[in-house]
């Protein structure tokens, strides 16, 4: 089992490859780690001991310290230096290759090239549109707009009729109206 104040390592999870501390037990399956998120990336979260590994460190910490707490003593003793022997925790970005003046040309060229190649073959592939005739103009008689025909008023609805019992069902009582509490 793992005690407070142990340093680890996570070995699943977004966080792998992390340095974390425990912090507190919760039992005997998982406990409380944290990085500091501040330090390492690995925020406060509940972790699995499957998914640490633990290391020869160890700091002098009380339950639930707090990640200031931590990252004091991490830098106290130097073991995110002694673990990462000088190299920062966090990956750093690859930076893209630059590209000499007339390599971004010949790569626009071809491009353009391309995009030429692929429009020929879709107007190729298109067929000619027909000429449209022009229409003769019709000539418009006026005419004095129909008047619509007015709708008739809907006729009031019957009161519906009450179906014959069958026999066998009783009749059900009218609900009661529920009483307010207060």
Do not use: W
Not at 67 to 79: G, P, Y
Not at 151 to 166: T, Y
């Amino acid at each position: 089992m793992l005690e407070t104040g142990r340093v680890c390592i996570k070995t699943a999870g977004r966080e792998a490859g992390r340095p974390c501390v425990v912090i507190d037990t919760i039992d005997e399956t998982y406990v409380m780690i944290t990085g500091p998120k501040s330090l390492t990336k690995v925020r406060r979260r509940k972790c699995n001991i499957a998914h640490l590994e633990p290391l020869e460190f160890q700091l002098k910490l009380a339950k639930n310290a707090s990640d200031n707490e931590v990252a004091k003593l991490l830098q106290a003793e130097k073991i995110l230096d002694k673990l990462t022997s000088g190299k920062p925790i966090a990956k750093p970005k690859k930076p893209k290759p630059e590209k000499a003046p007339g390599e971004e040309a010949e790569a626009k060229k071809e491009k353009k090239s391309l995009r030429e190649r692929l429009l020929g073959r879709v107007k190729k592939e298109e067929k000619p549109k027909e000429e449209k005739k022009p229409e003769k103009p019709v000539e418009k008689k006026l005419e004095k707009p129909k008047e619509k025909p007015k709708k008739e008023k809907p006729k009031p609805k019957e009161p519906a009729k009450e179906k014959p019992k069958k026999a066998g069902k009783p009749a059900r009582a009218p609900k009661k109206p529920a009483k307010k509490k207060k």
